[in-house]
């Protein structure tokens, strides 16, 4: 399904949802428990929402990092947003994980880092970094990137996907691999990459990690948005099948053809696949 026709679908649940919730007095903003989990949300914001409306965020997704997370293993989240996935993957990892989580937007990092506070034993598992990923420490960051997916009708949005660009003011450009070797305290296991078309520009900073670590990645393949930035999907597997990776459908496992124009066929215009790429 193209993200404009979910974005559709959970516009028209939030307009009953919104009514229901003013004639009792209640506004869009308030803390919810989830899984055991408390969040600060916005209803009037996409992810908040469907974190809101339980297992509708990402569900495939969240049921695959369940999967593949082990426990006392390091984890990144990559495009952390605010902390869906990176709370979830800190309660996987136990208290003897770690969780590093990456989101260059001020606005998503300080909905992450409100989100991490109102979980203390949780956020004592997650070292949060408000940088935009890149091939080396320093270069410029990009004045705004897509984080807000609004359910109230505005102009400006993208498209295609309907986000927002939010401003990364306070963002510093880092490689993962300087990261990783300033913080990393044991071998990368997982990671979970959803960059909005900058997953290039994420992997340019890490082949140490793709050559040695070798992880496993779960991530959202969107061939359209990697034009948009310039790069493409043939571009992206470079990074991945010199490396000996495999790639997966998310939810049906079935393995996906190594090729960007096999690939390519696979999803539609405005659409994404999420995949899961391993080294067998």
Known sequence: MKTTHKIGAARAIYRAVHAGRTLLGRTDREIF?????????????????????????EPSTAIALSKLTEPSSLVLDIGANIGAHTLRLAKLVGPKGR?????????????LRRNLDLNPSL????????????????????????????LVAEAGLHPKHLGREMQTDSAQARSLDSILAEHADRKVHLVKLDVDGFE?????GAPSLLRDARPTFVMELAPYVLDERGTSLDQLLSYFIPNGYIFYHERTQK????????????VASGESMNVIARVT
């Open 200 to 204: 290039c520009d994420v992997l340019r």
């Open 123 to 150: 956020a004592s598992r997650v070292d949060a970094f408000h940088c935009f990923l890149t091939a080396t420490d320093g270069t410029v960051v990009p004045d705004a990137i897509y984080s807000s997916w609004p």
């Open 99 to 111: 969780v590093l989580a990456f989101e260059p937007t001020d606005f998503a990092f300080r909905k």
């Open 255 to 266: 393995r996906l053809p190594s090729t960007a124009k096999e690939l390519q066929a696979l």
């Open 33 to 57: 428990v989830r899984d055991g989990i408390s969040y600060d949300l916005d209803l009037s914001q996409g992810i908040d929402f469907a974190i809101y409306l339980g297992g509708m965020f």
